[in-house]
């Protein structure tokens, strides 16, 4: 998997989100025993290029990406975030919020938060668990 990044090494960048048992957690403060028996999802496990998640159809209609290094984690903690909140079309606010913890150095945001929102509308509208 070549998915997760390195960066920070202390839980402050948020690049090597990956999901623990559906949660956003930053794995690079994470023991192996800490993890035994429970689910890892990286980047590659929430689609593929013939069935992209709407996350990550969103982040490339958006133009949502530059460098391309934070997006993994930037969209594994929206999902977190939605997943966790069924239904939720969130105001701009919320949104920013939900991502705070992953930073990226290429953008101001505004694409990657407009990727979120045209995400969460589409899952709303579908009705289905993404």
Known sequence: MMGTKENCLEAECGVCTVLLDGRA???????AGQIDGCSITTIE?????ENLHP???AFIECGAVQCGYCIPGMILTAKSFLDENPGCRPSRDEIREAIAGTLCRCTGYRKIVDAVATAADRIALSGEKQ
């Not at 496990?45 to 290029?49: A, V």
């Open 55 to 57: 996350l990550q159809e």
């Open 45 to 49: 496990g929430i689609g593929d290029p």
């Open 25 to 31: 957690v930053n794995s690079c403060i994470l023991l």
